[in-house]
C-alpha cells in the first residue's frame, strides 16, 4: 500500500482579507482569483503540497505524500505569516490530518460485475457507463475504496494509515471468503 495525498487543515483563529494577503506574497508561489475560487492557493514549490487559505482563517494542506510533508509545509506556511505580521506566532495546535488517500493491489485482476454481487449491491456502485471502477462502501468504516478491474484499489477516506491497513485487510478476507480474488 502506498500513500499518494495525506489532507490536512488548521485555523488561524483571525479572519483574513485575501485580496491584501495574495497581494502581501509573492505571486511566484501565491494564487488568488474570487472570481474562481474563494481561497488563496499557496504552493512553494512546483512539487510541493498546496494550501488553500480561506476569509476564516482556515486552511488545508493537500498532496503531501506524508504526515512529516503535511506538517513540515504547514510548518513552512505558519512562519511565513508569523513573519509578515498576519498571525502573532506560527501555533497552530488545531492543525490535523483529515484524510489519507491510498493505493493499494489485490495482486489480479477483478471481475467488477461480480464483485458487485457479491459484496452486496447495497455497499457498492457499478456504473461502468459513467466511471470505470466499482464503488464500495464497506460496513464498519467510514471511508470509500475505488476498484477497478486491474485489480488496483484507491483507499480514500481513512483518517490513519492502520485504518487503511485493516479496510484493505478486511476487503481481502471478504473477496477470499467468497472466492472473488
Not at 466499482?134 to 460496513?139: G, H, Q
Not at 492502520?162 to 478476507?173: H, N, Q, T
Request: aromatic share 10%; proline share 4%.
Amino acid at each position: 500500500m502506498d500513500v499518494v495525498n495525506v489532507v490536512g487543515s488548521g485555523s488561524l483563529d483571525v479572519e483574513l482579507d485575501l485580496s491584501q494577503l495574495a497581494e502581501d506574497l509573492d505571486s511566484s508561489i501565491a494564487d488568488f482569483d474570487p472570481d474562481h475560487y474563494p481561497g488563496v492557493y499557496l504552493r512553494f514549490d512546483d512539487d510541493a503540497p498546496l494550501i488553500t487559505i480561506y476569509r476564516t482563517g482556515k486552511y488545508i494542506v493537500t498532496g503531501a505524500e506524508s504526515d512529516e510533508e503535511a506538517y513540515r509545509y504547514r510548518d513552512r506556511f505558519l512562519d511565513l505569516l508569523s513573519e509578515m505580521g498576519v498571525i502573532p506566532d506560527s501555533d497552530d495546535l488545531q492543525f490535523k490530518i483529515q484524510n489519507y488517500v491510498v493505493v493499494a493491489d489485490l495482486g489480479n485482476e477483478q471481475n467488477l460485475e461480480s464483485l458487485a454481487i457479491g459484496l452486496g449491491l447495497e455497499q457498492t456502485e457499478y456504473e461502468p457507463e459513467q466511471f470505470p471502477g466499482l464503488v464500495y462502501r464497506p460496513a464498519g468504516h467510514s471511508c470509500v475504496l475505488l476498484i477497478f478491474a486491474s485489480g488496483k484499489a484507491v483507499i480514500a477516506g481513512v483518517t490513519d494509515k492502520e485504518e487503511a491497513r485493516d479496510v484493505f485487510a478486511d476487503l481481502e478476507d471478504t473477496l477470499n471468503e467468497y472466492g472473488l480474488n
